[in-house]
């Protein structure tokens, strides 16, 4: 394997020399002069490097030029992360002279500088920096400029790279940073006695044994954060505040929403801005770097993939007193050292998100809990861990024994300083060790966290992703090898067209010739006006004019000139390149030929001479959103047959349209065609390779024909090339829960929340502007007083009398006569007896109770039109929160993708915390009606009317329900109550022409008026040749002839093949009296294979009272 080579270069290699040079410093400022004496001390991991040479500072300046060494093994966590955590400290000192009696110098720290040796380990054989020097005390109380500031110049190099390509590829760097801990216990007091605050977690290895990170030092404080902050280095002997400070690394927050931890809720963001701006904080900021090999990157994805969760330990302990000078520890400081462990918490970091593709950096806010070393050995399934590493960078044993330094002489001083506020590591590890069984015991200081609502503030990032993110170019190229694109087919610039305008142009060009010469040789009689206009001296120029054009040449090099462009006819027009087989197959052609040719150039001079060109033949009327509505209408009509007839006409329209080929494969679903269907989204991949909706539908064909591979890809390559796309992360989510890939699955239902939180938020907001807008324009009328003296007050019990206007009684048929308008639900019209029988409680549990088994004994009121310019008010109708899960399930319904729908409303019944509402029932109901599970629809439906009766998709559901069953009486007074709401039912269209065919089987006065006026309705909304026909009917049942004749044509527009349409239109013709039109209506009607055989029956009565219309009598 490409991985095995690095590991075993990881632990084979020797040390490798690391030389830190001290090259000068600039600017020191000496405790009692501008000169100083100084020397340098290098530093690193606890260990003294050297120190410089004691040199004074001339002219503003001290070349040191001091290099000192340490080895960086190579054998696991001991040599590389030490050197990617740890960094060189340089102290400069300031030498003093000798004062009277006493024997040794006196130093003063005159500041700290770190080097960062990073860079090595990123490959890096050499590298120089400019490094500030930090004094003593707190820099804010300084005044430092850039012209005062201290500066350091060093070098840092190794004879070889630390790493080779391969290992550099394979292995990896994880930071950890800790920030701060908010909202701590109220009995944590800001007065002494102090304490450490120490966070720990584990990390796997590429050893057996688990490395121990560990946070100490940390600082109670009641001051804001900035925000902007430095990250600490996590060692403890730096003395100067300025150079605990990482060069070039900071904190970077982002807002609570984009965060990965526990309190990213909405609810918890003024909570959080309440601790984090007045409340007690913990503060660390504090970044761990860990240098992860190959196995240990394995180790630790594997942990993710089976326990999701690291536990990270909070706990506080006794701060050890300043050790004494040049001494051991004393009894007393040995107890303290080891005393007790208060506080004990735990926070669980879901290190899940690390998994997902491309993601490098998790950041987050954890709850703080309760210490259970139980829960914790249930969440990560461990219950023994010894800790290996060196612990936050305060003892451990060297890696670099070869080159440590001697003890220094004069370093009493600085050691004081060094050991003040150390933690002593022995007695950490004691206490974090585990025991195999260990008793439940209850944590009472620990609950002080829950009371408090304490949380702490963790960041993970990593170099590179543990799972690399397939790039576009990628799954472009992937689904263009699965599904290769169609060529765009060019455009032929040699082809018939171009060939006939180019014999256009020859034949303009020639004409200008002749006109010209036709000029030169009569123009000037022309001018003068002598020019006969005579039959004879006209034919007589002509046989000049022609003679010349022989006599010159010029005939013949005008049909050279024409020749190439009619050979170029013959060609591509004709499509003619072979000798014929006999003289008689030549003369047709040529026949043929002369005909085209002298057509086109009269169009051609017709043009030239500006003659008004012959009326365009028009284009169809129906264009492919009208062909896609009629074959939806003939699927509900389950004529299936005709739908795919429409189809295929879309299609032959123009293939090299996707959406079209989409629709298509959505009818096969529908079919339970899959292979076709299947064909059909492939088709739409091949003519738009990022066509999204195909691509989804691709990949839930190859999810159901178990070929997860591609489906993976599919899906993949939809959510790339529409990254906003809620309805791809929701589908790829379920899919990869089919594939019990749970950390996937988790992660694209979460993108798709928040990208479906943030375009809910964005329209809020656009909508709010739009309010805004209206309401700065809007200007109210002035009312009259009478008007207000007599407008009755609304009440529930007394309801306003309305009267009907013209403008709602009637519209402007297509043939200009006046028809009664349908009662438009939306706009114009509504019932109020059946709304007011809505609000009635009883009424309705009445209602839901007799929806399976009795029928309503309460008949339907007639519609009542409102008038045009008094709206009715709306009716308040529950709002659901929109859901992922509701949201991919319609689109897979309404794509006839029943296994993905079913599985998305089983995460929504188990995502809703607050109970299924009335939308869910719904869904769900239109779920069992493409099963054909009606019962199941029919209790989801009761259950939606308990929950919510005011929406109209319930009622228009049970409608069709009973329409199925062929229970027309309850259907109708469904469908009529669908109607009666504000708010439109999601297929209205169906309902109308169902009720309106209820309405015309009743054959009454009054339901052929409402029949004509629902018909009329469908027709305005979405006009089709049902629709028109049924206005038709209607008419011809009122006997409105003409009416009748001008929706039967209107139908025979959209469609001319329904042969019920020319039924009645024989109808019609027969009762005017147009006896050649009935007998040719009838002869369409016939040959179109009429099957309604009542309508022939009544033709044919018909036919036998009037003594016409069927030829064959």
């Given at each position: 394997?490409?991985?095995?080579?690095?590991?075993?270069?990881?632990?084979?290699?020797?040390?490798?020399?690391?030389?830190?040079?001290?090259?000068?410093?600039?600017?020191?400022?000496?405790?009692?002069?501008?000169?100083?004496?100084?020397?340098?001390?290098?530093?690193?991991?606890?260990?003294?490097?050297?120190?410089?040479?004691?040199?004074?500072?001339?002219?503003?300046?001290?070349?040191?030029?001091?290099?000192?060494?340490?080895?960086?093994?190579?054998?696991?966590?001991?040599?590389?992360?030490?050197?990617?955590?740890?960094?060189?400290?340089?102290?400069?000192?300031?030498?003093?002279?000798?004062?009277?009696?006493?024997?040794?110098?006196?130093?003063?720290?005159?500041?700290?500088?770190?080097?960062?040796?990073?860079?090595?380990?990123?490959?890096?054989?050499?590298?120089?920096?400019?490094?500030?020097?930090?004094?003593?005390?707190?820099?804010?109380?300084?005044?430092?400029?850039?012209?005062?500031?201290?500066?350091?110049?060093?070098?840092?190099?190794?004879?070889?790279?630390?790493?080779?390509?391969?290992?550099?590829?394979?292995?990896?760097?994880?930071?950890?940073?800790?920030?701060?801990?908010?909202?701590?216990?109220?009995?944590?007091?800001?007065?002494?006695?102090?304490?450490?605050?120490?966070?720990?977690?584990?990390?796997?290895?590429?050893?057996?044994?688990?490395?121990?990170?560990?946070?100490?030092?940390?600082?109670?404080?009641?001051?804001?954060?900035?925000?902007?902050?430095?990250?600490?280095?996590?060692?403890?002997?730096?003395?100067?505040?300025?150079?605990?400070?990482?060069?070039?690394?900071?904190?970077?927050?982002?807002?609570?929403?984009?965060?990965?931890?526990?309190?990213?809720?909405?609810?918890?963001?003024?909570?959080?801005?309440?601790?984090?701006?007045?409340?007690?904080?913990?503060?660390?900021?504090?970044?761990?770097?860990?240098?992860?090999?190959?196995?240990?990157?394995?180790?630790?994805?594997?942990?993710?993939?089976?326990?999701?969760?690291?536990?990270?330990?909070?706990?506080?302990?006794?701060?050890?007193?300043?050790?004494?000078?040049?001494?051991?520890?004393?009894?007393?400081?040995?107890?303290?050292?080891?005393?007790?462990?208060?506080?004990?918490?735990?926070?669980?970091?879901?290190?899940?998100?690390?998994?997902?593709?491309?993601?490098?950096?998790?950041?987050?806010?954890?709850?703080?809990?309760?210490?259970?070393?139980?829960?914790?050995?249930?969440?990560?399934?461990?219950?023994?861990?010894?800790?290996?590493?060196?612990?936050?960078?305060?003892?451990?044993?060297?890696?670099?024994?070869?080159?440590?330094?001697?003890?220094?002489?004069?370093?009493?001083?600085?050691?004081?300083?060094?050991?003040?506020?150390?933690?002593?590591?022995?007695?950490?590890?004691?206490?974090?060790?585990?025991?195999?069984?260990?008793?439940?015991?209850?944590?009472?200081?620990?609950?002080?966290?829950?009371?408090?609502?304490?949380?702490?503030?963790?960041?993970?990032?990593?170099?590179?992703?543990?799972?690399?993110?397939?790039?576009?170019?990628?799954?472009?190229?992937?689904?263009a090898e699965m599904i290769p694109p169609q060529p765009r087919f060019p455009r032929r610039?040699s082809g018939a067209d171009k060939a006939v305008a180019d014999y256009h142009n020859q034949?303009?060009?020639?004409?200008?010739?002749?006109?010209?010469?036709?000029?030169?040789?009569?123009?000037?009689?022309?001018?003068?006006?002598?020019?006969?206009?005579?039959?004879?001296?006209?034919?007589?120029?002509?046989?000049?004019?022609?003679?010349?054009?022989?006599?010159?040449?010029?005939?013949?090099?005008?049909?050279?000139?024409?020749?190439?462009?009619?050979?170029?006819?013959?060609?591509?027009?004709?499509?003619?390149?072979?000798?014929?087989?006999?003289?008689?197959?030549?003369?047709?052609?040529?026949?043929?030929?002369?005909?085209?040719?002298?057509?086109?150039?009269?169009?051609?001079?017709?043009?030239?001479?500006?003659?008004?060109?012959?009326?365009?033949?028009?284009?169809?009327?129906?264009?492919?959103?009208?062909?896609?509505?009629?074959?939806?209408?003939?699927?509900?009509?389950?004529?299936?047959?005709?739908?795919?007839?429409?189809?295929?006409?879309?299609?032959?329209?123009?293939?090299?349209?996707?959406?079209?080929?989409?629709?298509?494969?959505?009818?096969?679903?529908?079919?339970?065609?899959?292979?076709?269907?299947?064909?059909?989204?492939?088709?739409?991949?091949?003519?738009?390779?990022?066509?999204?909706?195909?691509?989804?539908?691709?990949?839930?064909?190859?999810?159901?024909?178990?070929?997860?591979?591609?489906?993976?890809?599919?899906?993949?390559?939809?959510?790339?090339?529409?990254?906003?796309?809620?309805?791809?992360?929701?589908?790829?989510?379920?899919?990869?829960?089919?594939?019990?890939?749970?950390?996937?699955?988790?992660?694209?239902?979460?993108?798709?929340?928040?990208?479906?939180?943030?375009?809910?938020?964005?329209?809020?907001?656009?909508?709010?502007?739009?309010?805004?807008?209206?309401?700065?324009?809007?200007?109210?009328?002035?009312?009259?007083?009478?008007?207000?003296?007599?407008?009755?007050?609304?009440?529930?019990?007394?309801?306003?009398?309305?009267?009907?206007?013209?403008?709602?009684?009637?519209?402007?048929?297509?043939?200009?006569?006046?028809?009664?308008?349908?009662?438009?639900?939306?706009?114009?019209?509504?019932?109020?007896?059946?709304?007011?029988?809505?609000?009635?409680?009883?009424?309705?549990?009445?209602?839901?109770?007799?929806?399976?088994?009795?029928?309503?004994?309460?008949?339907?009121?007639?519609?009542?039109?409102?008038?045009?310019?008094?709206?009715?008010?709306?009716?308040?109708?529950?709002?659901?929160?929109?859901?992922?899960?509701?949201?991919?399930?319609?689109?897979?319904l309404e794509v006839n993708a029943l296994q993905f729908a079913t599985r998305a409303m089983?995460?929504?019944?188990?995502?809703?915390?607050?109970?299924?509402?009335?939308?869910?029932?719904?869904?769900?109901?239109?779920?069992?009606?493409?099963?054909?599970?009606?019962?199941?629809?029919?209790?989801?439906?009761?259950?939606?009317?308990?929950?919510?009766?005011?929406?109209?998709?319930?009622?228009?559901?049970?409608?069709?329900?009973?329409?199925?069953?062929?229970?027309?009486?309850?259907?109708?007074?469904?469908?009529?109550?669908?109607?009666?709401?504000?708010?439109?039912?999601?297929?209205?269209?169906?309902?109308?022409?169902?009720?309106?065919?209820?309405?015309?089987?009743?054959?009454?006065?009054?339901?052929?008026?409402?029949?004509?006026?629902?018909?009329?309705?469908?027709?305005?909304?979405?006009?089709?040749?049902?629709?028109?026909?049924?206005?038709?009917?209607?008419?011809?049942?009122?006997?409105?002839?003409?009416?009748?004749?001008?929706?039967?044509?209107?139908?025979?527009?959209?469609?001319?093949?329904?042969?019920?349409?020319?039924?009645?239109?024989?109808?019609?013709?027969?009762?005017?009296?147009?006896?050649?039109?009935?007998?040719?209506?009838?002869?369409?009607?016939?040959?179109?294979?009429?099957?309604?055989?009542?309508?022939?029956?009544?033709?044919?009565?018909?036919?036998?009272?009037?003594?016409?219309?069927?030829?064959?009598?």
């Amino acid at each position: 394997m490409h991985m095995e080579n690095p590991e075993v270069e990881f632990r084979a290699r020797n040390a490798v020399p690391v030389h830190i040079t001290v090259l000068k410093a600039r600017n020191l400022k000496g405790s009692k002069g501008d000169n100083p004496v100084t020397y340098v001390r290098v530093e690193y991991n606890n260990f003294q490097l050297g120190d410089s040479g004691k040199l004074q500072m001339t002219e503003n300046e001290i070349e040191y030029n001091f290099t000192t060494s340490f080895d960086c093994t190579l054998d696991g966590i001991q040599g590389l992360d030490n050197l990617v955590h740890k960094p060189v400290i340089l102290t400069v000192i300031e030498l003093l002279p000798k004062e009277k009696k006493k024997k040794d110098e006196k130093i003063i720290v005159l500041g700290q500088a770190t080097v960062d040796l990073l860079p090595l380990a990123q490959g890096e054989c050499t590298f120089t920096k400019t490094l500030t020097l930090y004094p003593l005390g707190n820099p804010l109380e300084q005044n430092i400029t850039e012209e005062t500031k201290c500066l350091v110049d060093i070098a840092v190099s190794v004879p070889e790279p630390l790493l080779s390509e391969a290992q550099l590829e394979e292995s990896n760097l994880l930071r950890i940073t800790t920030e701060c801990a908010y909202s701590v216990p109220e009995s944590w007091a800001l007065a002494a006695p102090q304490f450490n605050y120490v966070v720990s977690l584990f990390l796997p290895t590429s050893i057996s044994k688990e490395l121990r990170v560990l946070f100490t030092n940390g600082i109670l404080k009641a001051d804001k954060e900035p925000s902007i902050r430095p990250k600490r280095w996590p060692v403890s002997n730096i003395i100067t505040i300025g150079a605990q400070n990482i060069p070039d690394s900071f904190i970077e927050r982002c807002p609570y929403e984009d965060e990965d931890g526990e309190l990213n809720h909405k609810e918890d963001w003024a909570f959080r801005r309440e601790a984090e701006n007045e409340k007690k904080h913990v503060m660390w900021n504090i970044e761990r770097r860990c240098f992860m090999e190959p196995e240990a990157l394995r180790r630790l994805q594997k942990h993710i993939a089976e326990f999701m969760y690291i536990p990270v330990e909070i706990k506080r302990l006794p701060l050890a007193p300043p050790a004494k000078a040049g001494g051991r520890s004393s009894k007393l400081e040995k107890t303290e050292e080891e005393g007790p462990i208060s506080f004990h918490g735990v926070a669980y970091v879901n290190m899940a998100p690390l998994l997902y593709p491309g993601v490098k950096r998790i950041r987050g806010a954890y709850a703080i809990h309760p210490f259970n070393e139980h829960e914790i050995i249930e969440k990560t399934k461990r219950k023994n861990r010894e800790a290996t590493g060196v612990a936050g960078g305060l003892k451990g044993p060297p890696s670099h024994s070869k080159n440590a330094p001697n003890k220094v002489k004069d370093d009493k001083g600085p050691k004081e300083v060094y050991k003040k506020n150390s933690l002593n590591l022995k007695s950490i590890l004691q206490d974090h060790l585990f025991d195999s069984e260990v008793a439940n015991v209850l944590n009472v200081e620990g609950e002080q966290y829950i009371e408090a609502r304490s949380y702490i503030v963790l960041e993970f990032t990593l170099e590179k992703p543990l799972v690399q993110k397939r790039l576009r170019e990628e799954l472009a190229k992937r689904i263009a090898e699965m599904i290769p694109p169609q060529p765009r087919f060019p455009r032929r610039t040699s082809g018939a067209d171009k060939a006939v305008a180019d014999y256009h142009n020859q034949i303009i060009n020639v004409a200008k010739i002749i006109m010209d010469e036709y000029q030169e040789m009569f123009g000037q009689k022309l001018a003068e006006g002598k020019l006969s206009q005579e039959l004879q001296d006209q034919e007589e120029r002509k046989h000049k004019l022609i003679f010349e054009l022989n006599a010159s040449g010029k005939y013949f090099a005008f049909k050279e000139q024409l020749k190439h462009a009619v050979v170029k006819i013959v060609r591509e027009k004709y499509l003619q390149t072979v000798a014929f087989e006999n003289r008689e197959q030549l003369q047709t052609f040529l026949n043929e030929l002369y005909i085209y040719l002298v057509d086109q150039m009269h169009c051609c001079l017709h043009k030239m001479l500006h003659v008004d060109p012959p009326d365009p033949i028009p284009e169809s009327v129906l264009g492919s959103a009208q062909l896609k509505h009629f074959a939806k209408e003939a699927e509900m009509n389950k004529d299936f047959e005709l739908a795919n007839k429409y189809y295929q006409e879309r299609l032959a329209r123009d293939r090299s349209i996707a959406e079209h080929w989409f629709d298509y494969g959505t009818f096969h679903l529908l079919l339970n065609d899959h292979a076709k269907a299947e064909e059909c989204f492939r088709e739409a991949v091949a003519v738009n390779q990022e066509h999204v909706y195909s691509l989804i539908l691709c990949g839930i064909l190859a999810c159901m024909n178990e070929h997860y591979e591609d489906a993976d890809n599919f899906f993949e390559s939809a959510r790339s090339f529409e990254p906003s796309s809620v309805l791809a992360w929701t589908i790829q989510g379920l899919f990869y829960e089919s594939q019990d890939r749970t950390i996937l699955s988790e992660m694209a239902f979460a993108e798709a929340r928040k990208l479906q939180t943030a375009a809910e938020t964005l329209k809020k907001s656009l909508d709010e502007v739009i309010i805004d807008r209206a309401k700065v324009t809007e200007v109210p009328e002035a009312e009259p007083e009478n008007d207000k003296k007599d407008q009755p007050a609304a009440t529930d019990e007394t309801e306003p009398a309305v009267q009907e206007t013209p403008s709602s009684q009637s519209v402007t048929s297509p043939g200009g006569t006046t028809t009664d308008m349908v009662p438009k639900v939306a706009s114009n019209f509504i019932s109020k007896k059946r709304i007011s029988s809505i609000k009635d409680p009883a009424k309705v549990t009445d209602v839901l109770e007799t929806i399976v088994t009795t029928t309503q004994q309460d008949e339907p009121a007639p519609v009542v039109p409102l008038p045009v310019n008094e709206p009715p008010p709306r009716e308040t109708i529950p709002v659901c929160t929109k859901s992922i899960y509701m949201e991919a399930a319609k689109f897979l319904l309404e794509v006839n993708a029943l296994q993905f729908a079913t599985r998305a409303m089983a995460h929504e019944m188990l995502s809703n915390e607050n109970g299924l509402n009335c939308e869910y029932h719904v869904v769900l109901a239109q779920l069992y009606i493409l099963q054909e599970e009606f019962g199941k629809a029919e209790e989801s439906l009761a259950e939606a009317g308990r929950i919510d009766h005011q929406n109209p998709d319930l009622w228009a559901l049970l409608g069709h329900l009973s329409y199925m069953k062929e229970n027309y009486t309850k259907a109708k007074e469904y469908y009529e109550r669908a109607l009666c709401y504000v708010n439109d039912a999601l297929d209205m269209h169906t309902i109308c022409l169902r009720l309106g065919s209820i309405y015309l089987q009743e054959e009454k006065l009054q339901s052929n008026k409402l029949a004509k006026s629902t018909y009329l309705f469908a027709s305005q909304r979405a006009p089709s040749c049902l629709s028109w026909l049924g206005v038709g009917i209607a008419c011809y049942r009122l006997n409105e002839l003409t009416n009748a004749e001008d929706a039967l044509c209107e139908a025979n527009i959209l469609c001319n093949t329904n042969a019920e349409v020319w039924g009645y239109l024989s109808l019609v013709c027969l009762k005017t009296g147009r006896k050649l039109e009935a007998e040719q209506t009838y002869k369409y009607a016939v040959k179109l294979n009429l099957q309604n055989k009542q309508l022939l029956d009544e033709i044919h009565q018909l036919q036998k009272t009037l003594g016409f219309g069927n030829p064959s009598l």
